[in-house]
């Protein structure tokens, strides 16, 4: 069975951090920079103006292929994301995108160039309205929002490989929460996604609107329900501002603090992690606590991390990305009797998991648990059997000479 060095090792490597679907760089870079594909998934930037190359046909249903009319590209001091247009004169994307910034940089798929305002709001999810100053595009057909739980989706963002806008590969799977009860949740789907689609519109195959892409962790991706629009533009007024752009700054605090920290490979500055844990609190933002517990755990921290990623938990009780995270925290800790209602609850969510399904053996094990075994092996059958000799003979030696 796979042991303490390998599982921090997938810590590290596979769960290191809950990523924003947007490419965050300094503003000098936009205008000519090369990343690695491999690293971020994106080809080189580009002008913001230089012309745009998609296909020349959509394959795809009428009312899906003119999504990529309303799909914007936003370009701030700090990042390159995804919008998309509500109407001719308005635009939503995610808080996490527009950070403190009064203004950002919109690109249209016909090349034009504007700029957009975000309107302050008081709701707490990583939503924001944004009032578009000069736009020429017209929409045949309003905005349909999806009235049904659909399982298969896919996303529609600005692709900066591509330099405009993208219809990507459909997902198999998603999980919808109850959003009324934590009006930060989000829909947890495997769509597939890049670096630069945060904002993105999520779409059922009618065409209609789910939600909006806010991110990921390269497996499970992370959307925000298109219900909560309204909600957002009923609580979006000019008397939120200085809340709004003080949750703002700590959310680009935040990030800031988390991108220039995850070189550091142990024993971080004192100052570096009583800053991460002001502004990222502050922030509010799921996806950030998910990433300050992640790298805390992977600095050993292990309190704080749990700390951070139990915070992020309260807004989305569901989130298999965190629910794993805090699990490999606890596992890290050797805190089994924590760890085991995580990982029942992750593998209802993600049965097929196979880092899921190893840290529930060893739990197991550790514990003497042999109906969590069971259950573990018996799911490890279908899915993965070929670890299952493996596992039966971790038991097995755990429990004695009695099999599970």
Request: with cysteine.
């Amino acid at each position: 069975m796979c042991g303490m060095k390998d599982l921090l090792k997938n810590l590290l490597t596979h769960r290191q951090k809950i990523k924003g679907n947007y490419n965050r760089r300094p503003f000098s870079l936009w205008l000519k920079v090369t990343v690695l594909p491999l690293l971020l998934g994106i080809s080189s930037a580009v002008s913001y103006g230089q012309s745009i190359q998609t296909e020349p046909n959509c394959s795809h249903d009428k009312i899906i292929c003119s999504w990529k009319d309303r799909v914007v590209g936003i370009k701030t001091p700090t990042m390159i994301a995804s919008g998309f247009m509500l109407d001719k004169n308005t635009l939503v994307t995610n808080k996490h995108v527009v950070e403190d910034h009064t203004s950002v940089r919109v690109k249209f798929q016909s090349g034009i160039i504007t700029n957009a305002e975000p309107i302050p709001n008081d709701h707490p999810a990583d939503l924001v309205i944004l009032n578009v100053s000069v736009t020429e595009a017209k929409f045949e057909n309003g905005i349909k929002l999806a009235s049904e739980q659909d399982q298969e989706l896919r996303v529609v963002a600005y692709d900066q490989g591509r330099r405009g806008a993208r219809i990507y590969t459909e997902g198999s799977y998603a999980i919808h929460p109850d959003w009324e009860k934590n009006p930060q949740a989000r829909i947890h789907s495997d769509l597939f996604a890049l670096p630069g689609n945060s904002g993105g519109a999520v779409l059922n195959k009618a065409g209609e609107l789910v939600g909006i892409l806010a991110s990921g962790d390269g497996n499970v991706n992370e959307v925000i329900p298109a219900s909560l629009i309204k909600k957002i533009r009923d609580r979006s007024s000019e008397e939120h501002r200085d809340a709004f752009f003080k949750r703002g700054r700590a959310i680009r605090r935040c990030a800031d603090l988390l991108y220039e920290s995850a070189s550091i490979n142990k024993n971080p500055p004192p100052k570096v992690t009583t800053r991460i844990k002001d502004f990222c609190l502050q922030s509010n933002n799921k996806q950030l606590l998910d990433q300050a517990g992640q790298l805390l755990g992977k600095w050993w921290m292990f309190s704080p991390s749990q700390m951070f990623l139990k915070e992020s938990l309260k807004l989305d009780p569901q989130s298999p990305n965190t629910l794993m995270s805090l699990a490999v925290a606890y596992h890290l800790d050797r805190d089994y009797v924590n760890e085991k209602p995580l990982l029942q609850k992750y593998l209802k969510l993600n049965p097929s998991d196979p880092q899921g399904l190893r840290l529930a053996v060893q739990v197991a094990g550790m514990l003497k648990d042999k109906q969590f075994g069971q259950e573990a092996l018996d799911l490890m059958r279908i899915h993965n059997p070929n670890a299952v000799e493996l596992a039966e003979e971790f038991l097995t030696s755990s429990f004695g000479d009695q099999k599970p």
